[in-house]
C-alpha cells in the first residue's frame, strides 16, 4: 500500500506559475495512471489533467489546456503539475491520484475511476 504526499501549493498572485509535486510511496508508479485533480470548497471534485500509464497519452481538462502541463518520473517516482498563468478561479486544493493500468480518455478525469488519492496541496490565486 502507497502514500502519496502533494507538495507545492502556496498563494500566488494571478498570471504567475507554480508546480505542484507528488511523491509516491510503496508503489510501482509503471503500474499506474496518474490523475490530478482539484475541489474548492463547496464544489465537486473535478479532473485537471491525466497520464496513461500504457503510453504517457496526456488528456488535459478544458481550463487546463494551454496552461497546465502533467509529467511523470519514473525514477523519481514523482509526478507533477506545472500551472502557468494562474487565475482566480484555479484556487482549490490539489490532489494527486492513481488508477491501476489505464484509463479509457473519456473517463480519465472523473474522480470514481482513481484508487489512491494524497491528501491534497492548497493552491489560492488572489490579488
Known amino acids: 500500500q502507497g502514500q502519496l504526499v502533494e507538495s507545492g501549493g502556496g498563494l500566488v498572485q494571478p498570471g504567475e506559475s507554480l508546480s505542484l509535486s507528488c511523491s509516491f510511496s510503496?508503489?510501482?508508479?509503471?503500474?499506474?495512471?496518474i490523475g490530478w485533480f482539484r475541489q474548492s470548497p463547496g464544489k465537486e471534485r473535478e479532473g485537471v489533467s491525466f497520464?496513461?500509464?500504457?503510453?504517457?497519452?496526456?488528456v488535459y481538462a478544458d481550463f487546463a489546456k494551454g496552461r497546465f502541463s502533467a509529467s511523470r518520473d519514473i525514477a523519481g517516482r514523482t509526478a507533477a503539475l506545472q500551472m502557468d498563468d494562474l487565475r482566480p478561479e484555479d484556487t482549490a486544493t490539489y490532489f494527486c491520484a492513481l488508477s491501476h493500468g489505464t484509463l479509457q480518455h473519456r473517463v480519465a478525469l472523473q474522480p470514481i475511476y482513481y484508487d489512491y488519492w494524497g491528501r491534497g496541496t492548497q493552491v489560492t490565486v488572489s490579488s
Open positions: 497520464i496513461d500509464q500504457m503510453d504517457g497519452t496526456l
Open positions: 510503496g508503489s510501482r508508479l509503471q503500474d499506474y495512471s
